[in-house]
C-alpha cells in the first residue's frame, strides 16, 4: 500500500484490508459497514451527539419517507432535490413517498404545529439518521454513497441575528470535534450563491483536504432565513402578540463521511492510524507466552486490562495462535493506537514494551505508570492534528496572476486570491475558472472577514470585493 | 385520563400529552418520535447494546435496501414477508429493491463470503436499525407501524447445540435488561410451529402482558437451524477440513416497541412513569423563589445539580416562569422519577423536599444525604418491576376444562392447561381455541420444561405432551 503514490488504491485496500467496510452488497452505492468501520462510527456519533447536546440540542427521530407534497411547498428546494431522490412504489392511500434525502420538509411541516409563541423558542432538535440520495455518478465509499449515516439539526429562532449566531456556532462545533477530536482541519467556506443549498439563504461548507490535494465537503451550515417558514408557515407570536415567521438554519455532520477523512488524512502505508478518542481498541495487549507460562502471562494480561478499563479506556487482550509478528502487524493495519506487549520478562522486570502506532517507536513503561496511557493518547491526538493542520497550511497559497493561479493548481494547491464577488455578478468569472483551469470557487472564509484590500479581481480585474480560496474538488 | 376504565384512550392521551410521539405526520404507521420519548428509546438502546456487547456481539451498519433476489432463496422466509414489505420504484441496473422488513437475507449473503473456517466461528453481529412493514391492518403507535426501531442479532456457531445456546442467552438477555432493567416481566414462549418465524426452525416470542389483558409480542429468538446456511451457501470447514453448513440464530428487541411496553405498565392515571435507569431526566430540581431571593435559590439549585451530574446522575433545573404546582403536574405528567424542591426554608434548614414519583410520597432529605438518591433510584426500580410481577403473577390460572377456560378469558385471564402438541398434529385444537374462545396458543414456557403430568389435553382430550399458555393477544 503506497498512499503517495497511488491514494486511490490505497484508499480502497485500507478500506477492505481492515474490514471497514465490504463492497460486494451488490447495489451501487449501498455498502456494508463492518464492526471495525461500525465501532468507530459509533463513537464518533456519541461525540458528535454529546457536543449537539451541550448545546441544547434535543434528540428526536423522524420518519424515513416524505410525501412529496412536503417538497413541493419550497420551490428551491424541491428543483434541487427531486432529481436526486429515491421513491416508492405507490402505497395505498398516501402521496408519492420519498425516501429523505435531508429532512427539512420532514421536520417543518411539524414545527408548524408544535411552534405558536416566542415561549417555544429557540427550537432546537437533531436527527441521527440514515439518508438517501440517488447518485448517478460513480459512486465511492463513504465518500459519494446512494445511503449515508448523518446527523441533522434544525434549529429555530424569533431573529435572523440569532440565528446568523447559531451558524457561526456550528462552524464552532465542527472546529471542536472533526478539527480538535478527530484532527481533520478545514476550511469554513462560505459558498458563493450560485453553489448555495437549495433553499438556504446561504451555505457555509467545511473544506477538507485530501491526500490527493482534492477538497471534500464535510458538515455544511445553512442560514435558511425565512425561506422555510414562509413556505411551511411557521409563525410565532412575539411578546407583543405580533406574529411573525421564524428564522431557521440547518446543519449537517455525517460521520460516515467524515471517517472517510479520518482515514485518508491519518492512515499511513502501514494502514490506519485512529486517532485514540474514537479507537475501539485504544490499547491491545499482546501477551508472549509459550506453553509453560502461558497461565502466568494471560493472568498479568488480565490484571493489566482491568486497570486500564478503569481508567476508562478500551482495551483487549489478543490471546488467539497467531504468532506475535502476525498480531503486531493486523493490530497496526487496523489503526490501533498503543500496543503493549507483554512476556515473562516484562512480568519480572515489571516492566511493559509499548508500541505508539504513529511514530512506530517501542518504549519501555514501568508497570505503575500504566495510567500515564491517558495522557500519551491525547498527545497521540495532538500529534496526528499538528500532521494534518502542517500539511494544510503548506497547501495554502496566495496567487496575484492568473498565471500563479494556474500554477498553483498544477501543483495541487489550494490558491487564496482576490475576487470580484461570490454573488451573481461574478458567475462569469466562476466559470471561466472552471473551464480554464479546472478548478472551483470554494467561497470566502466564513469565520472571519478578509479583506482583498484594494486589490483587482485575478480573473476580470475589476475590483475585488472578495478574498476566495480555489481548488479542485471531489 | 383513567387507565383503568379506558386504557386505550389512557394510552393515546398519555403518548401525546406527555409529548412522546406526535402521529400528525400524514402517513400511516409512520410517525414522529418527540424528544422525550427519543431521549428514552436512547438510552434504552445504550443498555441493550452495552448488554450485547458484553456477549460478544459486535455492531455493524448494513444497507436499508434488499434486493428481491435475496429474499427468494429462502422459500418460506419469502412467504412470510412478501406481502408485507414496501419496494423501491425501479433503480437503473438493480434488481427490484426492498425495504428492509428485518435483515436475514442481507446479513447472510455477506456472511457466505465472511464465513470460512471454524476460526470465523461463532460470528456474533447485531445492528441498530429502522425496519418497515407494510401493515395493512389499522396501525398503532408503537405497538402496530410502518416503521420501527429495533436491533437485530444475526449469530452463527458450528453447531446445533450452541446455537440453541445463543436462544438461551437471548433470552437472558431479555430478562436483564427488558424485565431486571425496564421492569416488564414476559413469559418467554416456544411458539406453536404453526406460528413460527418465517424459515425458522422454532421461535421464542417474548409475550408481555398489557393492562388490557392483551398480550404483546416483545423479543423473539429464533433458531434458525440450517434453512438459511443452506439457501445462500454458508459453510466452513471444521478443524479436520470438513466441509459443514453453519447453524444460525437471530434476535429482534424492538426498544419502540418495549416503549410501549414500558409507558403502558407502569403510567397511572397522573401520567408516565419513567425506570430511573432509562429517565432522560431522573431527578427535577424545582426552584421555589420570589424576586428577592431568585439568586440565591438558583446558585444553591446549581450546586445541588453539580453534585447529583458528579454521582453520574441526570438533573435538570426547571427555572421557567411557571408556578411551582405547574411545573409539579408537567413533571409527573412526563415521569421524572423524583422532584427536588428547594426554597429558602430548604437552604436555611440543609434540607430539601423530595418527592418520588411511583409512590407520590414527599419527604425531607437532609442535603448531606443527597447521594442517597442513587440507591433510591434502584428502590424506584424495583418497585415498578415488583408492581408489574404482581400483576402478571396474578393473571395467570390453571384451567382443567374447556369452561374453566373460557370463563379464564372472560375474566381476562391467562390459562395454563394442558395441550395435545404444539406440532403441526396439535393445529386443529389451536383452531378451535381461536374460533370458540376467541383466543391463541402461545405456546410452552422455553426456559424451563413443564410437563402435563400425564393430563389430557384441553380439547380435544388426548394424551397432552405439553402445557401450554392460551390468552389474548394484540
Excluded at 425516501?99 to 405558536?116: D, G, K, N, V
Excluded at 456550528?170 to 477530536?181: N, S
Amino acid at each position: 500500500m503506497n498512499k503517495e503514490k497511488n491514494f486511490s488504491k490505497w484508499y480502497s485496500d485500507i478500506l477492505e484490508k481492515a474490514e471497514i467496510i465490504d463492497l460486494r452488497y451488490g447495489v451501487k452505492g449501498f455498502i456494508v459497514i463492518r464492526p471495525w468501520g461500525a465501532m468507530i462510527l459509533e463513537n464518533m456519533y456519541q461525540l458528535y451527539e454529546k457536543a449537539l447536546q451541550k448545546k441544547n440540542h434535543k434528540s428526536c427521530f423522524f420518519p424515513v419517507v416524505i410525501p412529496e407534497k412536503n417538497f413541493k411547498k419550497e420551490s428551491s428546494h424541491i428543483k434541487g432535490f427531486t432529481p436526486e431522490v429515491f421513491w416508492l412504489q405507490k402505497v395505498q392511500g398516501e402521496d408519492k413517498l420519498a425516501l429523505r434525502p435531508t429532512s427539512e420538509t420532514a421536520f417543518y411541516q411539524m414545527y408548524s404545529l408544535w411552534i405558536r409563541s416566542w415561549r417555544d423558542l429557540p427550537l432546537k432538535l437533531y436527527q441521527r439518521a440514515n439518508v438517501f440520495r440517488y447518485e448517478t455518478k460513480a459512486t465511492r465509499p463513504l465518500i459519494r454513497s446512494r445511503e449515508f449515516y448523518w446527523i441533522e439539526t434544525h434549529d429555530v429562532f424569533a431573529t435572523r441575528e440569532e440565528a446568523e449566531k447559531q451558524v457561526q456556532e456550528d462552524i464552532e462545533t465542527t472546529e471542536e470535534i472533526m478539527h480538535e477530536k478527530f484532527g481533520i482541519p478545514f476550511l469554513p467556506m462560505k459558498r458563493p450563491s450560485w453553489d448555495k443549498f437549495a433553499g438556504s439563504v446561504y451555505t457555509i461548507g467545511s473544506d477538507v483536504l485530501m491526500p490527493d490535494s482534492k477538497l471534500i465537503q464535510q458538515p455544511s451550515t445553512h442560514l435558511l432565513g425565512q425561506n422555510f417558514s414562509k413556505a411551511f408557515n411557521i409563525k410565532f407570536k412575539d411578546e407583543k402578540g405580533k406574529e411573525e415567521y421564524v428564522w431557521q438554519t440547518c446543519y449537517g455532520p455525517a460521520p460516515s463521511r467524515i471517517l472517510a477523512s479520518v482515514i485518508s488524512t491519518h492512515g499511513d502505508d502501514k494502514g490506519l492510524v485512529i486517532p485514540f478518542c474514537i479507537a475501539p481498541i485504544q490499547i491491545i495487549i499482546i501477551p508472549i507466552f509459550n506453553t509453560k507460562n502461558k497461565k502466568n502471562v494471560l493472568d498479568e494480561s488480565k490484571k493489566i486490562k482491568r486497570e486500564l478499563e478503569n481508567l476508562g479506556l478500551r482495551v483487549e487482550i489478543d490471546d488467539s495462535e497467531k504468532r506475535p509478528g502476525e498480531k503486531y502487524f493486523e493490530w497496526e493495519l487496523k489503526g490501533v493506537p498503543f500496543r503493549l506487549e507483554i512476556g515473562e520478562k516484562e512480568i519480572k522486570e515489571k516492566k511493559l514494551t509499548l508500541f505508539t502506532r504513529d511514530t512506530e517507536k517501542k518504549e519501555t513503561l514501568n508497570m505503575r505508570d500504566l495510567p500515564k496511557i491517558k495522557k500519551f493518547g491525547d498527545e497521540f491526538d495532538s500529534r496526528l492534528k499538528k500532521k494534518a493542520d502542517d500539511f494544510m497550511k503548506d497547501k495554502i497559497v496566495n496567487c496575484k496572476t492568473k498565471q500563479d493561479l494556474k500554477k498553483a493548481m498544477e501543483n495541487k494547491k489550494i490558491a487564496r486570491v482576490n475576487f470580484c464577488s461570490i454573488e451573481k455578478e461574478g458567475e462569469k468569472c466562476a466559470e471561466h475558472v472552471e473551464k480554464e483551469i479546472h478548478a472551483e470557487i470554494r467561497g470566502t472564509l466564513a469565520n472571519k472577514r478578509e479583506h482583498p484590500k484594494g486589490g483587482k479581481c485575478i480573473i476580470c480585474n475589476k475590483k475585488a470585493k472578495e478574498v476566495v480560496y480555489i481548488g479542485k474538488s471531489y
